[in-house]
């Protein structure tokens, strides 16, 4: 199914979050620190936008059709809520340099579990339930909450994650 244009944005990051999430589960141990700074700058600089604007914006939307405690809602919010605690984890992690594989594996499937549930379950499920001028509301408002940018061409331009090697730890 085609996603709505209101639902682009958020779209192209999952994407991103893929690409970081394959590079959290192939990089080597002795990458593990850098690795463990990639996702906590990609989590602090776009991920929490992201979270955002679903929390703030979308899922409210979505709540007025469905209730505020429908299962697709409390499952989102509660793996925003492990990836927060993550995140925390790994900068305590990062202070006595004991990243390990597992944390990143954790990390990373955490992730790619979360990205493909709002895509498979979440976002049709909203495009199900929102009608067109709904979507499209949400859609002028999101920018406003998730650093959204959009180009004169109307495409839908996100902050990418640099998914370049990153230099192993001293
Ligand atoms: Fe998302
Ligand atoms: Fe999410």
Known sequence: MKRHLALHGLTTDHHHTLGLAVRL?????????????????????????????????????????????????????TEHIRIHRLADKVLKTLQTNAITKKLLTEIAQTLEAHVRFEENELFPAIEAALVDDELNAVMERLPLIDHTVRTEQGITVRYAVNLADPKPAP
């Open 25 to 77: 589960k192939r990089g080597a141990v002795r990458e593990a620190t850098a690795l463990a700074q990639l996702f906590l700058s990609a989590y602090e600089e776009s991920m929490v936008h992201h979270f955002r604007g679903e929390e703030e914006v979308l899922l409210p939307a979505f709540a007025a059709k469905v209730g505020d405690d429908h299962p697709l809602i409390i499952r989102t919010l």
